[in-house]
């Protein structure tokens, strides 16, 4: 079994985050490990306080698992200040990992800023290098490049503009667009586009947390990097489609939802 890392804030509401990423790598036949990077309380409705950890624990929550553990890939979530945002590359630019995913986490899905407006060129002088895949959003898209995104080509020219910032490769995420789900990955040579089927549910709590950790255990498992994207938008595609009407806002996405089928308590 493969064993997988992920770097990130923990979702108190258990759909986004650390947790959103551990069901991830369990659903998908890893083994996954957290560094915790930020505490945050939150549900359904929205985040409501964060707390961030200290550089030191940050640092200290990498090397132990490095020193114990052999690590095949590592997922990156929010990483909200300059300090951490250092502490994790200089980590992980001595451990020489090969796989490495970055969702460049900046605002939550109920407007809280997850992301330090001062941070967000640290984190792309600092991190995108280090990344073999980094996963922004349309609105994460649009922040990078200062250009608003509003068509495939746009999301194109944002991958490529995204590329020439360090990441080796770059899948723009085209959820917030109207019509079919595109996402468009960048490799610096070649733009594919996979394509998932729109799906009408208000619970999409976690869906970027979801997809990038799965494109972190598909490389971990042996994927190449277009497999990898392909097999990680199926997965979230069927999370989604299979999400849960938890609480009063909006619902997670169902990491879960093969093992719920077998065990017969799916849509309970």
Do not use: W
């Amino acid at each position: 079994m493969k064993n997988v890392v992920t770097i990130a804030g923990s979702d108190s509401c258990g759909g986004a985050g650390i947790q959103a990423d551990l069901k991830t790598f369990s659903a998908l036949g890893t083994y996954g490990m957290s560094v915790i990077t930020a505490v945050t309380a939150q549900n359904t409705t929205g985040v409501l306080k964060v707390r961030e950890m200290e550089a030191d624990i940050v640092r200290e929550q990498i090397n132990c698992l490095f020193d114990d553990i052999e690590i095949h890939a590592v997922k990156i979530g929010m990483v909200s200040s300059i300090e951490i945002i250092d502490t994790i590359g200089e980590c992980l630019k001595d451990k020489g990992v090969k796989h490495i995913v970055l969702d460049p986490v900046m605002v939550s899905k109920s407007g809280c800023h997850l992301l330090k407006p001062e941070s967000k060129d640290e984190l792309v002088k600092v991190l995108f290098p280090l990344a073999e895949v980094v996963t922004p959003n349309l609105f994460e898209a649009e922040v990078i490049t200062g250009e608003k995104i509003e068509t495939v080509t746009e999301m194109e020219q944002a991958a490529a503009q995204i590329h020439a910032k360090g990441a080796a490769r770059v899948v723009v995420k085209g959820g917030h667009l109207t019509g079919d789900a595109i996402d468009v990955l960048y490799d610096g040579t070649r733009f594919y586009h996979i394509t998932g089927s729109r799906i009408n549910t208000p619970n999409t709590h976690g869906t970027g947390c979801t997809f990038s950790s799965a494109i972190a255990a598909y490389l971990a498992r042996g994927c190449s990097i277009p497999d990898a994207v392909e097999e990680a938008k199926k997965y979230i595609n069927g999370a989604i489609e299979n999400a849960i009407a938890l609480g009063h806002g909006v619902g997670p996405t169902n990491h879960f939802y093969s093992l719920y089928r077998k065990a017969g308590v799916l849509g309970e």
